[in-house]
């Protein structure tokens, strides 16, 4: 496996560069520490003078125990050398540090997260704390799609899910439910309505369980009846996990801006680290409330 560290080199994304390096020694994975330079920087030093100070600061960041690490500094629009070198490298998963406006992006308000999960159709890990310790609690918020398929199958590939204690969110409204209160039907019916579904929204998460988990039967089941956004966000305030996984469908950037994806919109305002999964691009078949 190949590991991607998007680097700014910023205090703040120190983090990011911890967690990758972590990881890549977890998995035996190689890791790559990009730094990207923007040509437009008014820094009063010539472009390859830029370039050469990045590399040099970049090798400095890596910690001991990633002297090995590639590191590659590129010229241009950070997102778009995102996409092009995690291609170039076959990357297996892009680690960023806390998400930020992409200078430049192709949509108002599009992260380079966003950009990154859109065009190279990678996994994305959004790295927030302190990465010295393991993924111990892990909070997967599914729905019934492919995009959280994928995203249950690489927490256990990579071994986040491998901890005791594991959570599996499913935030919903029972259908019909305003649209029945609203014509006077009794407070009884409705209850029964609701429990009803209750049900068979259980049974179809433990039935998407058993066809894509190893184990699906150490996952706790939490069902959050809510809008997937505040449904997601109230219940990981709750559980306080170290990672937040979600399924993730790439949208185009008009769409994206007016509406923002699930899980975009989970990632900028969560607490935990956040990893962001998308279908392969092949086979992919998303169903109802998908991120």
């Known amino acids: 496996m190949k590991i991607l560290c998007a680097n700014d080199l910023q205090p703040g994304s120190r983090n990011a560069l911890q967690r990758a390096s972590w990881l890549a020694k977890k998995l035996q994975a190689d890791l790559t520490l990009l730094h990207v330079v923007s040509p437009d920087e008014p820094r009063g030093l010539a472009l390859e003078q830029r370039v050469w100070r990045a590399e040099s600061h970049a090798r400095a960041a890596l910690p001991d125990d990633a002297a090995d690490a590639q590191v590659r500094v590129r010229v241009g629009n950070p997102a778009r050398r995102i996409v092009e070198h995690a291609a170039e490298i076959s990357a297996g998963l892009v680690v960023l540090g806390p998400e930020t406006l992409a200078a430049g992006s192709g949509g108002i308000g599009s992260s380079i997260a966003d950009r990154v999960l859109a065009g190279a159709r990678r996994p994305v890990l959004i790295v927030r704390q302190d990465a010295q310790f393991e993924y111990a609690r892990t909070l997967l918020a599914l729905d019934l799609s492919s ?76 069902l959050a009846e809510d809008r997937p956004v505040p449904g997601v966000l109230g219940v990981a305030e709750r559980i306080q996990p170290d990672l937040l996984v979600l399924g993730t469908r790439a949208q185009g950037p008009v769409l994206r801006t007016l509406l923002g994806s699930v899980g975009s919109r989970v990632a900028g305002e969560a607490q935990s680290d956040v990893l962001l999964v998308p279908a392969s691009e092949q086979g992919s078949n998303p169903g109802p409330g998908a991120a």
């Open 147 to 222: 995009e959280s398929a994928a995203a249950l199958k690489l927490c256990e590939a990579l071994s986040f899910a491998g901890e005791e204690i594991n959570f599996v969110v499913h935030a919903y409204h029972p259908p019909y439910e305003g649209m029945l209160a609203s014509v006077g039907v009794a407070m009884d019916k409705l209850q029964s309505h609701a429990q009803a579904w209750r049900e068979t929204f259980a049974s179809g998460v433990r039935t998407f369980l058993r066809r894509h988990s190893r184990d699906p039967w150490r996952y706790r089941l939490i």
